[in-house]
């Protein structure tokens, strides 16, 4: 079973940037599309970014232009580079495979971005 854990969140100011990282274990890393998603108090975990195994990419409308994600395999690590922080990315940041079966979700890492 792969276990996740994300880190890299904090606090930030508007137009601010923060690198989040996801250290995977298990070997099947590599071999599966992973993505970002973020759940915001009251709302629905939503889709933030994804990388297919070959790096293909995709992104949530509201994060074009603004967050780069990227996978390092030999590492077994997704990384999620956001810039130009808005106080609506505010959020508990996860990461976990593209599509279902979800792994088991880890514990998340906070954004906070103030205005």
């Known amino acids: 079973q792969v276990q996740l854990v994300e880190s890299g969140g904090g606090l930030v100011q508007a137009g601010g940037s923060l690198r989040l990282s996801c250290a995977a274990s298990?070997?099947?890393?590599?071999?599966?599309?992973i993505a970002w998603y973020r759940q915001a108090p009251g709302n629905q975990r939503e889709l933030v970014a994804g990388?297919?195994?070959?790096?293909?990419?995709n992104y949530a409308d509201s994060v074009k232009g603004r967050f780069t994600i990227s996978r390092d395999n030999a590492k077994k690590t997704l990384y999620l580079q956001m810039n130009s922080l808005k106080p609506e990315d505010t959020a508990l940041y996860y990461c976990?495979?593209?599509?279902?079966?979800?792994?088991?979700w880890g514990q998340g890492t906070q954004v906070t971005v103030s205005s």
């Open positions: 976990n495979r593209g599509a279902t079966p979800y792994y088991s």
């Open positions: 298990g070997s099947t890393f590599r071999f599966n599309s």
């Open positions: 990388i297919s195994s070959s790096g293909s990419t």
